[in-house]
């Protein structure tokens, strides 16, 4: 759900957007986070239409049959594909991230006869695991994670990571502490998440695409040129390295989607565990096996 609304403990251990305290316990730490859409490949891009907006619906255009990918997990692909459904025209959808029983149905209804048909050609389970797939099976347009697109520019692929016209999927994450952790372990625990602010994490996790829930640590740790394409929005003053040196974005290259506060600005739904997950798991099950 959006992080926001679960972050602050209530006295009776439920969690709220709202402080309960002048000091109010915490849920977690927020850490690390992004705006996850699809790439598609540079054959899609030269049969786009002219000023055809990126749109989730391009997972279900007949244009790309059988050549389309997407993640093996539920949580994020039945939140990407209830966008597409809708951005398709085939039905409407209350809220992506929290499908009633009913639109899990429908939803699927429209998804079995493509499944069967040959429409979704691969499915991945990791980043590495989609570039492997990308790089070799001839799939025109996959839901894509940060790390995997910038691993695929670093291969020498270039593809475009869309800024869809409905809206990105956003995902968050965060540390807890056990509630058992005492003494010297405690200390150790909130050095540990200290240490996750103070900027180090931060630059090792921009240059894979991802946000810092505390991004102003990272102007020392980034170069300016890296902070202006990363965070800013600007185009790329010089080519720019991931974390082992090879060259991810090249100069003169913006960031879809614009800067941190555009990007963040155009999510449509929170990854979510929505209340009728396990149904919603089933169905996908059944998809797979369709």
């Given at each position: 759900?959006?992080?926001?609304?679960?972050?602050?403990?209530?006295?009776?251990?439920?969690?709220?957007?709202?402080p309960a305290s002048a000091v109010p316990p915490i849920s977690m730490l927020p850490t690390s986070y992004n705006v996850d859409s699809f790439a598609?490949?540079?054959?899609?891009?030269?049969?786009?239409?002219?000023?055809?907006?990126?749109?989730?619906?391009?997972?279900?255009?007949?244009?790309?049959?059988?050549?389309?990918?997407?993640?093996?997990?539920?949580?994020?692909?039945?939140?990407?594909?209830?966008?597409?459904?809708?951005?398709?025209?085939?039905?409407?959808?209350?809220?992506?991230?929290?499908?009633?029983?009913?639109?899990?149905?429908?939803?699927?209804?429209?998804?079995?006869?493509?499944?069967?048909?040959?429409?979704?050609?691969?499915?991945?389970?990791?980043?590495?695991?989609?570039?492997?797939?990308?790089?070799?099976?001839?799939?025109?347009?996959?839901?894509?994670?940060?790390?995997?697109?910038?691993?695929?520019?670093?291969?020498?692929?270039?593809?475009?990571?869309?800024?869809?016209?409905?809206?990105?999927?956003?995902?968050?994450?965060?540390?807890?502490?056990?509630?058992?952790?005492?003494?010297?372990?405690?200390?150790?625990?909130?050095?540990?998440?200290?240490?996750?602010?103070?900027?180090?994490?931060?630059?090792?996790?921009?240059?894979?695409?991802?946000?810092?829930?505390?991004?102003?640590?990272?102007?020392?740790?980034?170069?300016?040129?890296?902070?202006?394409?990363?965070?800013?929005?600007?185009?790329?003053?010089?080519?720019?390295?991931?974390?082992?040196?090879?060259?991810?974005?090249r100069k003169g290259e913006c960031r879809e989607g614009g800067g941190y506060h555009q990007r963040l600005a155009k999510v449509r739904v929170w990854?979510?565990?929505?209340?009728?997950?396990?149904?919603?798991?089933?169905?996908?099950?059944?998809?797979?096996?369709?």
């Amino acid at each position: 759900t959006r992080p926001g609304d679960v972050l602050f403990v209530q006295p009776d251990r439920t969690l709220s957007a709202v402080p309960a305290s002048a000091v109010p316990p915490i849920s977690m730490l927020p850490t690390s986070y992004n705006v996850d859409s699809f790439a598609y490949m540079p054959e899609l891009a030269a049969h786009r239409r002219p000023d055809e907006p990126e749109s989730w619906a391009w997972l279900l255009d007949e244009r790309w049959h059988g050549r389309c990918a997407l993640s093996l997990d539920p949580a994020a692909s039945a939140v990407e594909l209830a966008m597409a459904v809708e951005a398709a025209g085939l039905m409407r959808v209350g809220d992506p991230g929290d499908l009633t029983v009913e639109e899990i149905d429908e939803m699927f209804g429209h998804l079995m006869a493509r499944k069967r048909s040959g429409h979704f050609s691969r499915f991945w389970t990791s980043a590495e695991d989609s570039i492997r797939l990308l790089s070799t099976s001839g799939c025109v347009v996959s839901s894509l994670w940060s790390p995997a697109y910038y691993g695929m520019r670093k291969l020498g692929f270039d593809l475009t990571y869309a800024a869809p016209a409905e809206g990105y999927r956003g995902w968050h994450s965060g540390m807890c502490l056990s509630a058992a952790a005492q003494g010297a372990r405690l200390e150790m625990a909130y050095r540990y998440l200290n240490w996750w602010l103070d900027g180090v994490p931060g630059a090792i996790m921009a240059r894979q695409g991802y946000y810092m829930s505390v991004p102003e640590p990272l102007r020392d740790t980034l170069t300016g040129e890296e902070w202006d394409y990363w965070y800013g929005g600007l185009p790329a003053a010089a080519d720019l390295p991931d974390m082992e040196g090879r060259v991810v974005v090249r100069k003169g290259e913006c960031r879809e989607g614009g800067g941190y506060h555009q990007r963040l600005a155009k999510v449509r739904v929170w990854s979510t565990i929505m209340p009728e997950h396990n149904y919603l798991v089933r169905r996908w099950h059944e998809f797979q096996q369709a």
